[in-house]
T-cell receptor, first 113, second 114 residues
Framework: DAGVTQSPTHLIKTRGQQVTLRCSPK?????VSWYQQALGQGPQFIFQ???????QRGNFPDRFSGHQFPNYSSELNVNALLLGDSALYLC????????????FGEGSRLTVL | KQEVTQIPAALSVPEGENLVLNCSFT??????LQWFRQDPGKGLTSLLL?????REQTSGRLNASLDKSSGRSTLYIAASQPGDSATYLC?????????????FGKGTLLTVNP
């Protein structure tokens, strides 16, 4: 049973650039959430996608956008990168309806120089 | 606004010891609470999920309890092993029709010494 997979695992960008991160949910899951984890902090909710629409959004600027495809996979896009965007970006999947248990991928480590 | 606090921030114990990690949350109107483990630079591994109607959940050497009214949860680890060394994160999902996000604590860094 394939778990949540994310790509790329590591990437380095410079300020002002744009980045796209990708996520495939756990088999059978239809909901994808994205979280940002800065060093030494707990993950912070960015947004959640269900049925190809953004269902809920956290306190992140419009530079952060996403998409969900018909096969339930998802992308996170960040425009005009800032140094403060350096973090581990985590994707989580879950099933609706369900217990609400979230399963996370290994994350994408973004470094902005 | 939900806030989650985990105490202690770091804990070092000898192998074989039983230990308790604490998690508190400010808003008791929760849908569920989930405990995770995170190894350095890695993703999160789900350990236990407790629904708001439950008092505890057990998996192997792990036992998590929930006291919703007091806004507290504990994760009990029995007979700790060096392989248990990791950061343990607590997260809550608030109840309410359109609230799907998890609010996390900063975690407890556990070191089990051989």
């Amino acid at each position: 049973d394939a778990g949540v997979t994310q790509s790329p695992t590591h990437l380095i960008k410079t300020r002002g650039q744009q980045v796209t991160l990708r996520c495939s949910p756990k088999s059978g899951h239809d909901t994808v959430s994205w979280y940002q984890q800065a060093l030494g902090q707990g993950p912070q909710f960015i947004f959640q996608y269900y049925e190809e629409e953004e269902r809920q959004r956290g306190n992140f600027p419009d530079r952060f956008s996403g998409h969900q495809f018909p096969n339930y996979s998802s992308e996170l896009n960040v425009n005009a990168l800032l140094l403060g965007d350096s973090a581990l970006y985590l994707c989580a999947s879950s099933l609706v309806p369900g217990t609400g248990e979230l399963f996370f991928g290994e994350g994408s480590r973004l470094t902005v120089l | 606004k939900q806030e989650v606090t985990q105490i202690p921030a770091a804990l070092s114990v000898p192998e074989g010891e039983n230990l308790v990690l604490n998690c508190s949350f400010t808003d008791s109107a929760i849908y569920n609470l989930q405990w995770f483990r995170q190894d350095p630079g890695k993703g999160l591994t789900s350990l236990l999920l407790i629904q708001s109607s439950q008092r505890e959940q057990t998996s192997g050497r792990l036992n998590a309890s929930l006291d919703k009214s007091s806004g507290r949860s504990t994760l009990y680890i029995a007979a700790s092993q060096p392989g248990d060394s990791a950061t343990y994160l607590c997260a809550v999902r608030n109840s309410g029709g359109s609230n799907y996000k998890l609010t996390f604590g900063k975690g407890t860094l556990l070191t089990v010494n051989p």
